[in-house]
């Protein structure tokens, strides 16, 4: 159970749409608040998660030029898949509680000390994977899973040509295409990229 958190922490807000890569100051479209409010709980399924690890993906990028489909309105907290740990439950939660290691995709909000998200969107962190790695797991792995899984039908002994294997996607892709039984050819430009594959044991 929670009750009211007052308080603020620190956030990533977007306050207006230009370039990403703009450096942080008074006039960038980004800039750290310290003294952002703490997210509440806003349903009995909702749960509220101490940040551990974020993810930086193209999405976000596109959702600071204004260029992705989903456009938040001015200001709001950036945010994308993220890891951490239980902090507060609503009374409904059944899944999780506190103290569990977590992690998930959410459009905004997760740039920031704490987030809420409602119980159904979270995944359980296996024993074994640390917190760190977990943050970028679920936009890569589900991106691959949900195209390779279930929208290719991937089966034992295909052919999988994966191109950009060194990119989250592309390493996600190959270590779901093995595991899935196919033949995986793995293509990175340079050496600096191909290390990486062979750091990874992902060669082909």
Do not use: W
Not at 4 to 26: F, H
Not at 85 to 99: I, L, M, P, Q, S
Not at 105 to 132: H, M, N, R, W
């Amino acid at each position: 159970m929670d009750s009211p958190q007052t308080g603020t922490m620190r956030a990533l807000i977007c306050r207006k749409l230009g370039d990403p890569t703009a450096p942080i100051s008074e006039t960038s479209p980004i800039f750290v608040s310290s003294h952002h409010p703490v997210p509440q709980l806003t349903s009995p399924t909702s749960v509220r998660i101490r940040i551990k690890a974020v993810s930086v993906n193209y999405g976000t990028s596109l959702q600071i030029m204004g260029k992705y489909q989903e456009k938040p309105p001015l200001p709001f907290v950036l945010g994308s898949d993220f890891s951490g740990v239980v902090e507060a439950v609503g009374k409904g939660v059944t899944r999780v509680k506190v103290g569990d290691r977590v992690c998930a995709i959410t459009g905004q909000d997760s740039y920031a000390e704490k987030v809420v998200v409602d119980e159904k969107e979270l995944f359980v962190v296996p024993p074994g994977c640390d917190l760190i790695a977990a943050g970028g797991l679920p936009v890569a792995f589900g991106t691959s899973h949900l195209g390779l899984v279930h929208r290719a039908g991937i089966c034992r002994g295909q052919v999988l040509l994966v191109l950009g294997a060194a990119g989250g996607v592309g390493l996600s892709a190959v270590q779901i295409g093995k595991v899935c039984g196919a033949i995986v050819i793995a293509v990175a430009r340079g050496k600096a990229l191909e290390r990486q594959l062979e750091a990874f044991k992902l060669g082909s």
